[in-house]
């Protein structure tokens, strides 16, 4: 799949739909990292945000045929990366930040999993 054949308009949603959930989970985060020092709690309350908003857009916007379980095994499976991501590199580098790099690299790489996916 060529990026060159996304549409335009699509991409640009799909961004403003992530730059939202970006912005939401990564406060969720945070503040719950900041208050807990739990890297796993805060995951998870990020991650659980984070898929119910970004689903309920993704489906009404996006990719109308987007399958609640599929969507689900990805966030599972990109949650499960994250946790030992952030475990294995967390004494070499500041959580917080290690936590947004993460978020940007891993929305780029979803997208073009979904695309598949959708035909």
Known sequence: MSLLK???TKLYVYYLIGGISIVTGYLVFISSFYLTNNITWSLVLQFT???????????KFIFKKLNLI??????ITFFTLN???????????NVY???LVYIIFISSLIFIILKKYEK
């Open 97 to 99: 930040l290690l936590q």
């Open 70 to 75: 599929t969507y689900l095994l990805f966030y």
């Open 49 to 59: 945000v984070s898929f119910f908003l970004r689903y309920i857009s993704y489906k």
């Open 6 to 8: 996304i549409n335009n």
């Open 83 to 93: 946790v030992y991501f952030l475990y294995l590199t967390k004494n070499m580098y």
